[in-house]
């Protein structure tokens, strides 16, 4: 029941293309399209958090890290989901740009990833930066764009957020920790 309404989910929001908007959600979706916003966001912490940058950065990058590995190292392989794409009776069906990707879908790395960044950079700024919450939009943005390429279901995109989300919250808490412990050795 959940894999049949999934996939109708997906052919519908994959059916949601045109040829002008493929060469955009393309570049959304290419993993090497955000490295100039990532050197950005780098460069803006280490600038405006001198010392406390390492940790902050530390952070983020152990969230995703985290994020990534248990959908790519740990779901992808031992879930065995077919990416939609690669599922034969879907083929003819399914609107793809570009190619496939890896055999297995479930979950998306993509989502993990820009959800578990975006989740951060909240987490560690939203009392400074207000606008920091278009990250979100941002990674909705990009979790979207694998479903538009045709190469991740909804719940994939959805379950990727999730852990990106949920890892990011846990690596703060320790990062919290590593505040509260370090403010206390000081005085």
């Not at 997906?10 to 399209?33: C, E, Q, V």
């Not at 065995?80 to 879908?105: A, K, T």
Request: proline share 3%; aromatic share 12%; net charge positive.
């Amino acid at each position: 029941m959940i894999n049949e309404l999934d996939t109708q989910a997906f052919l519908w929001l994959n059916s949601l293309h045109s040829d002008s908007f493929d060469p955009i959600m393309a570049w959304i979706t290419a993993k090497n399209s955000w490295i100039l916003m990532y050197l950005l966001i780098i460069g803006i912490i280490i600038w405006k958090h001198k010392k406390n940058s390492i940790a902050m950065l530390l952070t983020i990058v152990i969230s995703v890290a985290i994020a990534d590995q248990f959908c790519s190292g740990l779901l992808k392989p031992l879930i065995h989901r077919l990416r939609p794409c690669h599922e034969p009776s879907l083929q003819n069906l399914v609107h793809l740009v570009g190619n496939c990707g890896g055999q297995f879908g479930f979950c998306s790395s993509h989502a993990a990833n820009s959800f578990a960044l975006a989740t951060g950079l909240y987490l560690l700024f939203k009392n400074n930066f207000k606008l920091v919450q278009l990250f979100f939009v941002w990674a909705i943005i990009v979790s979207y764009s694998r479903i538009y390429v045709g190469v991740h279901y909804p719940l994939d995109v959805l379950t990727g957020a999730g852990i990106g989300v949920l890892s990011t919250i846990i690596c703060h808490k320790f990062y919290q920790y590593y505040l509260t412990k370090n403010t206390h050795e000081i005085l």
